[in-house]
């Protein structure tokens, strides 16, 4: 059936060219031997035709020919295969997830006895943290400015906006005790929706504290951060304050921006047949070609993109505020950490181009790295990256929180709301290369930008860290 189909194509025709040629029937469906017998790089090359063809017919609303799509994705993707075929099972649960939004009974229905546990979640969180290099990177210089900011102060008072993992602020402790000048009195206030998080952390730190005869106070505020009462932050006259967040500031842009999207649930017909024909077009030759080159109408997510939400838009109103909020506490630094992507796009077709650009780093990441028969690699695969695509595709308005954006747009907003940048030191750059460098992988990577840090995979930029202080 295979040669039958493509028997008009040229001999220099590319396996992506051969697919597009292929009309998507019933039959399709089936499982095909030549579907099985397809090589790894066009395997995943069939894998992007097909999940752009399924979005494309999704924001369509064509139901029908998304079903087949779907179907025909499912032969070839695999949670357990290799980085295409694990990517592909979670994009394609976020597009079905997506279709079973336009029947809101029949989606609560089948996600009724869904229990989602906070302690799953604070576990896959703190094994990507282990896994992984980037939050330990975050954390260096987090550290690292937060020591060159406090120099000489004697009371310290740091916030962290989700404190969930005691490693950052155990070696912070260390580094105090060790001042020349002497440890400062220390305050660290911990918010977090789960008291047992709080009481575990208090623990760990005191305990630190204790053993290094450093004066130090824990203040726990139980609470989600978008539900944060600023008095409870107990910030006093003569504290030296810091900010610390990290992966938290990006849910502020979500909003209720049902205003934005066509009647139907799925999406925008907005130019989406012509992405994905110029797309179809392409003559690329491997799946990383495919991501490096530009996939539509001219369009090529890159570090420079500009396609995500303007900052004017209604989604900016809660971050302005919660911004103003924490401009009012006059902090002497803040140290902010994000995803460096673009995933916040007003339609479905940019969000899955972008994200198939993130995620595809980070799974290939995780297939150089960690051993494929690894349960732990799994869970964070699929309770981390794969819930964040599903938010990312399959959700609009106030219940799509992860709006990744990129560093230059932080740079804007940061700067709208009255903080100043503050370039992260080279000290604090040259101990973070070391700790990449103690990874043995040439994967990872770091660049500077503007006196920003971008901690990448390759050359995909995958986490931003910036340093601000309160402009008066």
């Known amino acids: 059936m295979f040669q039958d189909e493509s028997s008009s194509v040229t001999s220099s025709s590319s396996p992506l060219q051969v697919f597009s040629m292929m009309s998507l029937s019933p039959n399709l469906g089936s499982p095909y031997p030549w579907l099985r017998e397809l090589k790894s790089e066009e395997r995943g090359l069939y894998l992007i035709h097909l999940l752009l063809t399924c979005a494309n017919h999704v924001a369509n609303g064509s139901l029908e020919n998304a079903n087949i799509a779907l179907e025909q994705i499912s ?24 279709i079973l939004k336009a ?18 979640e604070i576990l896959v969180r703190k094994l990507f943290f282990e896994l992984f290099p980037f939050l330990k990177v975050a954390f260096v210089l987090t550290n690292q400015a937060v020591i060159e900011a406090m120099e000489g102060e004697k009371m310290v008072h740091i916030i962290d906006l989700n404190a969930a993992e005691p490693a950052q602020w155990v070696a912070l402790i260390q580094a105090l005790s060790a001042r020349p000048e002497g440890p400062p009195h220390l305050r660290i206030t911990g918010i977090h929706q789960q008291k047992e998080v709080l009481d ?39 504290e030296a304050l810091a900010i610390s967040s990290v992966l938290q500031l990006h849910s502020f842009l979500a909003s209720d921006d049902e205003h934005h999207r066509k009647k139907s649930p799925l999406g925008s017909k ?77 339609t479905l077709m940019e969000r899955l181009l972008e994200s198939l650009y993130s995620y595809a ?17 799994l869970k964070v695969e699929k309770m981390l990256f794969g819930e964040e695509i599903k938010n990312i595709i ?20 940061l700067d709208l709301a009255g903080f100043g ?17 103690g990874y043995n992988c040439d994967g990872y990577k770091m660049k500077e930008e503007n006196g920003c840090v971008v901690i990448c995979w390759q050359d995909r930029p995958l986490f931003s860290v910036s340093a601000w202080r309160c402009r008066k």
């Not at 780093?361 to 494929?372: G, I, K, N």
């Open 270 to 346: 907005n130019l989406n047949g012509i992405h994905l024909q110029r797309a179809l077009q392409m003559n690329q030759g491997t799946f990383g070609e495919l991501l490096e080159k530009d996939t539509v109408n001219g369009y090529s997510p890159s570090p420079d993109s500009t396609s995500s939400s303007p900052l004017s838009s209604t989604g900016s109103v809660k971050m302005d505020s919660f911004l103003n909020a924490l401009w009012g506490l006059s902090p002497k630094l803040m140290v902010v950490t994000e995803q460096d992507s673009n995933h916040n796009g007003s």
């Open 103 to 120: 029947w809101p009974g029949l989606h609560k229905a089948l996600n009724s006895t869904r229990i989602t546990l906070v302690s799953e």
């Open 200 to 238: 575990q952390m208090a623990h760990r730190l005191t305990e630190e504290a204790e053993k290094l005869d450093l004066p130090f106070q824990f203040n726990p505020v139980v609470s989600k951060l978008e539900n944060l009462n600023v008095e409870k932050l107990r910030v006093k006259t003569g």
């Open 361 to 377: 780093a980070l799974f290939d990441c995780s297939e150089s790295t960690v051993s494929r028969t690894s349960l732990e690699r």
């Open 394 to 413: 399959a959700c609009e308005g106030a219940e799509r929180k992860e709006r990744h954006e990129k560093l230059e747009k932080w740079i804007q907003r």
């Open 421 to 437: 940048n503050v370039p992260l030191s080279y000290y604090g750059m040259l101990h973070a290369r070391r700790l990449l460098q």
């Open 75 to 98: 032969q070839l993707a695999s949670p357990d295969g290799d980085t295409m075929q694990r990517m592909a099972a979670y994009f394609t649960e976020a597009l079905a997830d997506r």
